[in-house]
């Protein structure tokens, strides 16, 4: 079995090169015999035997690959297939993001101090809002701070729940239906007018091929000095290793069982993408948690990407 003991000097020297951060938490295992004393375990470390059993695995669901006339529908069913979804869980699927505030501490933050007016209004844009499980939460806990937020989503249901949450309020937040992978989005916002943006396990729902081109959007509509917050599924996470054969569309591209699409990222695709829009790379890391079901005593390993670039104030 792999190990998941994390020294203390590694962690250490991890932190002090900036591979991970203190938000992540200090709940690490030493002990494999204490594996089910806790539901999750931060900073968890792969040896050479996992990662080449995971990578056999990702081959081996990757040798068959979905009919290429199904993979362009899927392409082209994108927001129908996402409606579809929210239309059968509504706003029961996703738990609020109140830990946004820890991993992401720039949402609370005030405005730069170069800022001449001290009244002006944090303007913050989440896509692929869903149903508002970002969105609420800040709004909430901005209740007093000049915070707007905006929401977009492909799903027209996902955006129609979320306005008729008891919580939306106009004068703090707007939620409107966009496919951001279209030439033009005409958002309710102008080119450089957003503090900043948030990409939230949404990027990887996104065609490979169009995902430079929702960055490089991103980029356009974020003021000098704003900043991307971004967060998505890593390469042999979980969900990933779970996939059958003939869910493959390209490499690292899967289809759910309900028509829905998922990527799974590295750190350099990520910083890559980012970089060539003309980002300033803050933060690029590797979260690898171990997840465990005490009851029925199974370990879940995870793996997510999460990162922050900003875009020059000059």
Not at 166 to 183: G, I, L, N, Q
Not at 243 to 249: A, H, M, Q, S, V
Request: charged share 25%; net charge negative.
């Amino acid at each position: 079995m792999p190990r998941e003991n994390l020294k203390n000097k590694h962690f250490q020297k991890m932190e002090e090169t900036g591979e991970v951060r203190p938000q992540f938490g200090n709940r690490v295992l030493q002990e494999d015999s204490n594996v089910f004393q806790h539901n999750a375990w931060d900073h968890v470390q792969w040896d050479e035997e996992q990662e080449q059993q995971a990578r056999k695995l990702v081959e081996n669901n990757s040798v068959l690959q979905i009919d290429k006339n199904l993979i362009q529908t899927l392409n082209e069913d994108v927001a129908k297939n996402w409606d579809a979804f929210y239309n059968v869980h509504q706003n029961r699927f996703f738990k609020d993001r109140h830990w946004l505030f820890t991993e992401f501490t720039e949402i609370i933050e005030p405005l730069s101090s170069t800022k001449t007016d001290t009244c002006s209004t944090k303007n913050i844009l989440e896509i692929g809002c869903g149903v508002g499980n970002s969105v609420f939460p800040i709004v909430e806990h901005c209740k007093n701070d000049n915070v707007f937020v905006y929401g977009c989503d492909f799903s027209e249901n996902a955006v129609n729940i979320l306005k008729e949450h008891e919580e939306y309020k106009p004068d703090r937040c707007h939620a409107f239906v966009c496919d951001v992978t279209s030439e033009d989005w005409n958002p309710p916002f102008a080119p450089e007018s957003l503090d900043i943006v948030l990409l939230i396990f949404v990027l990887d729902a996104i065609n490979p091929n169009k995902m430079q081109h929702v960055i490089n959007q991103v980029y356009k509509y974020l003021k000098p000095g704003g900043m991307v917050l971004f967060r998505d599924y890593g390469r042999y996470d979980l969900v990933q290793l779970r996939f059958k054969k003939g869910r493959c569309l390209q490499d690292n591209f899967y289809a759910r069982g309900d028509g829905t699409l998922v990527y799974f990222f590295t750190r350099e695709e990520v910083k890559t993408m980012f970089e060539s829009a003309g980002f300033v790379e803050k933060q690029n890391l590797i979260d690898r948690r171990l997840q465990v079901n005490r009851g029925k005593q199974i370990k879940m390993y995870r793996v997510w990407i999460q990162a922050k670039y900003m875009k020059p104030l000059s």
